[in-house]
């Protein structure tokens, strides 16, 4: 069955960096579309980017332009999110998407922005 | 960008009832809207594509509909297994966009 598997997420202070990985197992992870999502404390979900199977389309959340970099190995069947120049506001559980149309999700991973 | 506008914000209703939760879409998405479940702590889980169809495995109890630009989630007979925050997504164009959610509760 399909499997997304979130890593990375921890305590960073404001301005700095994190990279998200998500691993994919249980289906053709070179096939497929992926995107991450993320979720405030307490509040709704917010799309944040979307990377096509190739690696080569990629779109962005205007919140997150320019500070996050989606990306992908399909040789190792892992999804990224380079995070930067990290704000408060970027504290969320940040979900792995599978799928053009965010069919099945991960368990996400905490990432919290704080000095 | 599309604008996905969901109401109710929060939802109380007895074990039995029928439950409907909407979602208004500010230009024309086609069939292209998901119905998520969330549980607290939990990642969402798909229960309506494409607006109409059940996720395999989903309880029939849940159906979703669409009107133009109206699409609507219902539960016909509310379980106790239900309560969750309920989101509408739309996947038609990006950004996608999710609707605020819709808190369900037991009254």
């Known amino acids: 069955q399909v499997q997304l598997v979130e890593s990375g997420g921890g305590v960073v202070q404001p301005g700095g960096s994190l990279r998200l990985s998500c691993a994919a197992s249980g289906f053709t992870f070179s096939h497929n579309d992926m995107q991450w999502v993320r979720q405030a404390p307490g509040k709704g979900l917010e799309w944040l980017t979307y990377i096509d199977f190739g690696g080569d389309k990629k779109h962005y959340a205007d919140s997150v332009k320019g500070r996050f970099t989606i990306s992908r190995d399909n040789s190792k069947n892992t999804v990224f999110l380079q995070m930067n120049r990290l704000r408060r506001e970027d504290t969320a559980v940040y979900y792995c998407?599978?799928?053009?149309?965010?069919?099945?999700w991960g368990q996400g991973t905490l990432v919290i922005v704080s000095s | 960008d599309i604008q996905m506008t969901q109401s109710p914000s929060s939802l109380s209703a007895s074990v039995g009832d029928r439950v409907t939760i909407s979602c208004q879409a500010s230009?024309?998405?086609?069939?292209?809207l998901n119905w998520y479940q969330q549980k607290p702590g939990k990642a969402p889980k798909v229960l309506i594509y494409d607006a109409s169809n059940l996720e395999t495995g989903g309880p029939s109890r849940f159906s979703g509909s669409r009107t133009g630009t109206d699409f609507t989630f219902t539960i016909s007979s509310l379980q106790p297994e239900d309560i969750a925050t309920y989101y509408c997504?739309?996947?038609?164009?990006?950004?996608?966009?999710f609707g605020q959610g819709t808190k369900l509760e037991i009254k």
């Open positions: 997504l739309q996947y038609d164009d990006f950004p996608y966009t």
């Open positions: 998407v599978k799928g053009l149309d965010c069919h099945e």
């Open positions: 230009h024309d998405i086609g069939n292209y």
